[in-house]
DNA sequence: TAGATTGTTAATCGATTAACAATC
DNA sequence: TAGATTGTTAATCGATTAACAATC
């Protein structure tokens, strides 16, 4: 929040949270940053970069104290405030991230769901209900909802899309299979699981 | 697959093609550089550079045929020749991997599924059987299986990993939130939705 | 032809890596 | 103290961007 980070640090800080927390639970006290390189195949001085990027420091010879550092990754991420969010579409992917109780670690906590089939409203998934789309707009405005994830077919995503802006929404993970595009101010996070597949088969092509 | 793109270059390339092949299906019969550009928010020349660098070119004044380099994107990417994949864990995740019918258009086909619930085995999803997972290593070996989708639980999925690595598998998909460790020549793609949410969050609070 | 767009070379920018001094 | 590891400055590397010539 304080500086802005780039983007490489910004996506690795997760990494590194996950596995501090992983020490963490096995009661270590300290990490070195040579043991986070070694299981994330990172640079060991660019861990410490990364690192210092977030204000944190170590000790020399000994490394970095577990509790400060995993305290520090929680604060400057943001991980502890949950951030509420709309989930719309409840197929199978909308039931599986729906249902994945990781995220609130992360800071995520998506408080309801809505669909269009008249099946699934008012249905209820774990403590969240499901709502008909057309509620989405005064509901999202009602409780100040921010953020969406979209999990519906790409044919409709960029319609859903639209619609949400004009509730007030100011961020979008979209895991249909499409570029959504949207008006400046709008964060957009294109989840992109077929491009993600072609790299990893590009790779064992080498 | 001729040469070896950089990591960025490539990322990029699948999100060209699904551009493409809109305006494949719109009918239209060029398409120019900076038409992609705005549509994915990448500068025009890097458009160009990257379509140079899979050793297509295009016509000044008029732009890149859609049809020539539609068939350019797919030959050097490979989409066109299906990849036989297992996926494990059929939960309401493995479930939307294993429905979701676009992979088809990547070059990915799941092939088969596998779990340990004894409920589950024997299931069909569409023309997918779900087998119990004590198969899997006879099976990817009588099949020749290279790639494997991973969609189980955190805790489970590096033991797994390490039994389809002996079994002969050289690409893993990992939806599981843990990073994989996995020997030299082995391909991971760590699929991390959370992280991917927190970059979300952070650009939000900007 | 004139103008628009491509292709390519050069310049910039920023991330990564290397080297090494500081320090516990 | 000696040695290991951090923190930081400098060097490298590579990706992005800018400039402009080529071309249809």
Same mark, same amino acid.
């Given at each position: 929040?304080? /500086?802005?980070?780039?983007?490489?640090?910004? #996506?690795? @800080?997760? #990494?590194?949270?996950?596995?501090?927390?992983?020490?963490?639970?096995?009661? +270590?006290?300290?990490?070195?940053?040579?043991?986070?390189?070694?299981?994330?195949?990172?640079?060991?001085?660019?861990?410490?970069?990364?690192?210092?990027?977030?204000?944190?420091? *170590? /000790?020399? =010879?000994?490394?970095?104290?577990? *509790?400060?550092?995993?305290?520090?990754?929680?604060?400057?991420?943001? @991980?502890?405030?949950? =951030?509420?969010?709309?989930?719309?579409?409840? *197929?199978?992917?909308?039931?599986?991230?729906? =249902?994945?109780?990781?995220?609130?670690?992360?800071?995520?906590?998506?408080?309801?769901?809505?669909?269009?089939?008249?099946? /699934?409203?008012? @249905?209820?998934?774990?403590?969240?209900?499901?709502?008909?789309?057309? +509620?989405?707009?005064?509901?999202?405005?009602?409780?100040?909802?921010?953020?969406?994830?979209?999990?519906?077919?790409?044919?409709?995503?960029? /319609?859903?899309?639209?619609?949400?802006? +004009?509730?007030?929404?100011?961020?979008?993970?979209?895991?249909?299979?499409?570029?959504?595009?949207?008006?400046?101010?709008?964060?957009?996070?294109?989840?992109?699981?077929?491009?993600?597949?072609?790299?990893?088969?590009? =790779?064992?092509?080498?």
């Amino acid at each position: 929040m304080q /500086k802005k980070l780039s983007a490489p640090t910004l #996506r690795r @800080l997760p #990494r590194y949270y996950r596995i501090v927390c992983e020490y963490y639970e096995r009661g +270590e006290e300290y990490i070195r940053s040579c043991e986070i390189a070694g299981k994330l195949d990172v640079d060991e001085t660019q861990v410490r970069k990364d690192i210092a990027a977030i204000n944190y420091s *170590g /000790k020399p =010879k000994i490394g970095f104290n577990i *509790g400060e550092f995993k305290f520090h990754l929680e604060n400057f991420l943001d @991980l502890s405030r949950p =951030k509420k969010a709309f989930l719309i579409g409840v *197929g199978n992917l909308g039931l599986a991230l729906a =249902k994945y109780n990781g995220f609130s670690n992360y800071g995520l906590d998506i408080v309801a769901l809505f669909d269009t089939d008249p099946q /699934k409203i008012g @249905l209820k998934v774990g403590e969240k209900e499901v709502f008909h789309v057309s +509620e989405i707009v005064n509901k999202a405005k009602q409780d100040n909802i921010k953020i969406v994830v979209l999990a519906i077919p790409g044919e409709e995503a960029q /319609k859903m899309a639209n619609l949400v802006i +004009e509730a007030g929404i100011k961020a979008i993970w979209n895991f249909a299979p499409v570029d959504i595009e949207v008006p400046g101010g709008i964060i957009v996070s294109n989840q992109d699981l077929a491009a993600d597949f072609v790299v990893l088969s590009m =790779k064992l092509n080498e």
